[in-house]
């Protein structure tokens, strides 16, 4: 078993309060043992992973992975995109699940390739120093907008582009960063011109999953993964406009601990397909199974363990 070192999901918010307290002098909150230091020497490898279902699943299959290749590893839920960049930047995680077309975006707000190679090729010259990406699997999880069945139907919706006219009747649901990320409020606006009359910021999973269900919001961005859109009979409205890109689930690792991991997380990559994700998803979301013994499962039916 992993052993799991969580900390609490921050909010951007609170990222610049840490900001602040770090520039005040005080001790940074995301720092531990030096990560690099252990890279360097072989030690442990700390998986991060942001603070939903799959990105967890994905840091236990990669933890899991390497310890069965005799690295010892260790698992830390971060936070956000904006938070765990930062904790990888400093050394206090080495390895980070990721999707190619959203990291691509974050380095660059005018990115807008849409090809999953050629977005790979691309990210890879958009990392700062100390910083790779390893080989990118063919699972891919983008950002969806979904709405229910019935809402779908009353509303004639089938895509994105639908919501145009009748957004400012509704309320989205989406996790707090979704209001300022290019991909999220700023991009349906700009692509699609769709403007909703609320947002209201929800963590992603249960938590967005149960509000569209119960009616508190009237459309949500869900990962296309999620087994809750099958469970829910969700439709997912298709994104014409490629807003979300190709987003193919990859390891973004410190450079330090690059050689140490490369091998491994490449054979991972190799293995995991979307259909997989989504039935290991399916266990962990829906059937409530503990994500690590759900990696292992994983990792020894492909031969991993």
Do not use: W
């Amino acid at each position: 078993m992993i052993r799991t070192v969580r900390t609490a999901a921050l909010s951007l918010t609170l990222a610049g309060a840490l900001g602040l307290s770090a520039c005040g002098g005080g001790g940074d909150p995301l720092s531990s043992s030096s990560s690099s230091e252990a890279g360097d020497a072989g030690g442990e490898v700390v998986v991060g992973s942001a603070d939903f279902s799959e990105s967890i699943l994905l840091s236990h299959i990669y933890a899991g992975a390497l310890e069965a290749d005799g690295v010892t590893a260790s698992t830390k839920t971060v936070g956000p995109r904006e938070i765990y960049l930062k904790a990888l930047e400093e050394g206090s995680v080495d390895v980070m699940p990721e999707y190619t077309g959203g990291l691509a975006l974050y380095y660059d707000k005018e990115f807008a390739e849409t090809d999953p190679d050629k977005t790979y090729d691309a990210l890879e010259g958009l990392l700062p120093d100390g910083m790779a990406v390893l080989e990118k699997s063919e699972a891919e999880d983008k950002d969806s907008i979904v709405v229910t069945k019935e809402t779908a139907e009353s509303k004639d919706l089938k895509s994105v582009a639908d919501l145009k006219d009748v957004a400012g009747e509704m309320t989205l649901g989406a996790p707090s960063e979704f209001k300022t990320r290019a991909q999220g409020i700023p991009g349906l606006k700009r692509v699609y011109g769709v403007e909703f009359k609320t947002f209201r910021p929800l963590k992603p999973g249960q938590a967005t999953n149960g509000a569209l269900k119960n009616g508190q919001i009237d459309a949500a961005n869900i990962f296309s993964t999620d087994p809750a859109i099958v469970e829910n009979e969700f439709v997912v409205l298709e994104d014409t406009e490629k807003l979300f890109g190709s987003q193919n689930v990859v390891p973004l690792v410190r450079t330090d601990v690059q050689e140490q991991v490369s091998k491994t997380l490449d054979e991972v990559s190799a293995k995991l397909t979307t259909d997989k994700l989504q039935q290991m998803l399916k266990r962990t979301d829906i059937d409530k199974e503990d994500p690590d013994k759900v990696a292992e499962d994983f990792l020894t039916e492909e031969g991993l363990a």
